[in-house]
């Protein structure tokens, strides 16, 4: 499976933006989809997932209620809508998948990634 993520750009506080995660090759073997996040000297961490069916969705505790994954199966295409952005969402985004349907919060779990998208927010 290959993933290009897009949709990153530099917003203010209280602005929305909606990443992009588009899955081509083998794309039957991306059913759990996740969206994590890095900030320079931290490493990945999850933000929202979801699986193939679109019925399991986990979400960080710090964006929920501001967040929304999704996914297009059709499409092959995942997404997320960020409202309401903190200067603290700034990082650069990955999205990744996995053939196992479960969601994880550990990116050791994930077999293919995105390549990143960044995401600035200013006060």
């Known amino acids: 499976v290959q993933l290009q993520a897009s949709g990153g750009g530099s917003v203010q506080a209280g602005d929305s933006l909606r990443l992009s995660c588009a899955a081509s090759g083998r794309t039957y073997d991306s059913n759990a989809m996740p969206w994590f996040r890095r900030v320079p000297g931290d490493e990945r961490a999850f933000v929202a997932g979801l699986a193939r069916n679109g019925r399991v969705t986990d979400y960080l505790d710090s964006v929920k209620g501001r967040f929304v994954v999704s996914r297009d199966n059709a499409k092959n295409t995942m997404y997320l809508q960020m409202n309401n952005l903190k200067p603290e969402d700034t990082a650069v985004y990955y999205c990744?998948?996995?053939?196992?349907?479960?969601?994880?919060?550990?990116?050791?779990?994930?077999?293919?990634w995105g390549q990143g998208t960044l995401v600035t927010v200013s006060s």
């Open positions: 990744a998948a996995r053939t196992v349907m479960f969601l994880t919060h550990a990116d050791k779990d994930y077999n293919y």
